[in-house]
């Protein structure tokens, strides 16, 4: 996540994708999210497309503040998650996802 009124959060994006991906798997979900939307921004939408293009990530732009943008990012982490874990027998609930455990082998993926 970058802050769209500051440039210099932007130019450390790079920096950053080499410490998540030192730490992270092939089942992580990988975005880039430009927030603030609701400022005055120096950081347009063309430019966080870019980047997130140029890194394979899908882009978000939202406010927290207002909460505009949020619960699509979220609803999209959701169904990332899902997708790329079939084989932990996930089941989607009207009122949210549920993990069955009981049929999941958690070894490397999670703890408990």
Not at 87 to 101: A, C
């Amino acid at each position: 996540m970058f802050d769209k009124t500051k440039r210099e959060t932007f130019q450390s994006i790079d920096e950053w994708v080499l410490e998540v991906n030192q730490y992270s798997t092939d089942k992580a979900v990988k975005i880039l999210v430009g927030n603030k939307a609701d400022s005055d921004i120096v950081i347009g939408d063309e430019e966080g497309n870019a980047k997130a293009k140029k890194l394979g990530y899908e882009y978000f732009n939202l406010s927290a503040k207002s909460g505009n943008g949020v619960n699509e990012l979220f609803n999209w982490i959701a169904r990332s998650l899902i997708e790329k874990n079939k084989h932990l027998s996930i089941v989607s609930l009207n009122e949210g996802v549920k993990l069955n455990h009981e049929q999941a082998s958690t070894k490397g993926w999670c703890c408990r």
